[in-house]
């Protein structure tokens, strides 16, 4: 599967350089943020790994639980050797992003719904089953919006039959042409947590 994710990767590099979330890549195997393209007095990595660094912080020093949020930093550049480190690299910066785009290509993604996911719930998360789907909107609206919360593009609903206004359908989904979309299959634990305060949270 390593070399079939690094190989979708490869197909986009062979028109050109191509974008992932905050990230353009080009076909000598380097990237940098994608505000940073052509600009010089980049600080430069070669090793993939370096890449978990990069993730790690923000502009402003502060860590960056959720890789996929829309703050990465400025600032740096990666450049590689080959196709292998590249997708290694983007690994570290977009967990999973690349094989779950290439899943989802080859209608091999089952995205799974919310009430599925709370359902699974246990402990000190259990009573996030109660969410009504109301505030569960209202989670999904903070938590999951592109400009500030998180840039994946949600493929699942709140219950069969009823997605939210950040719900996309498969037909939906824009990229694959020099854009690699990031996209969400099943809701994150940071979701489920944020669903578990506010049912907790006493009405105002």
């Not at 080009?26 to 990237?31: C, E, G, H, I, R």
């Not at 990069?54 to 600032?75: C, E, F, I, M, S």
């Not at 290509?105 to 246990?122: H, K, M, P």
């Not at 000190?124 to 998180?150: F, L, P």
Request: hydrophobic share 40%; glycine share 8%.
């Amino acid at each position: 599967m390593p070399g079939e994710i690094s190989n979708f990767l490869g197909s986009f590099l062979s028109r050109g350089p191509c974008v992932i979330g905050q990230v353009r890549i080009a076909p000598d195997y380097s990237m940098s943020h994608l505000e940073d393209a052509g600009k010089g007095g980049l600080e430069i990595f070669t090793n993939p790994h370096d890449a978990l660094e990069v993730a790690k912080y923000d502009d402003a020093g502060q860590y960056r639980p959720l890789k996929t949020a829309p703050n990465l930093r400025h600032g740096w550049a990666l450049q590689l050797r080959n196709l292998a480190d590249a997708s290694l690299a983007l690994d570290f910066l977009y967990p999973a992003a690349l094989g779950t785009a290439l899943a989802f290509v080859r209608n091999q993604l089952t995205a799974v719904n919310l009430r599925e996911t709370l359902a699974r719930q246990s402990g000190m998360y259990a009573v996030v089953k109660k969410i009504t789907d109301k505030q569960a909107e209202s989670v999904i609206t903070i938590t999951c919006n592109h400009k500030d919360g998180c840039m994946r593009h949600i493929l699942w609903p709140i219950s069969p039959g009823r997605l939210s206004s950040l719900s996309r359908r498969g037909s939906e989904v824009e990229g694959f042409r020099n854009e690699i979309p990031l996209l969400c299959a099943e809701a994150c634990n940071l979701l489920v947590a944020a669903g578990r305060k506010i049912v907790k949270t006493p009405p105002a």
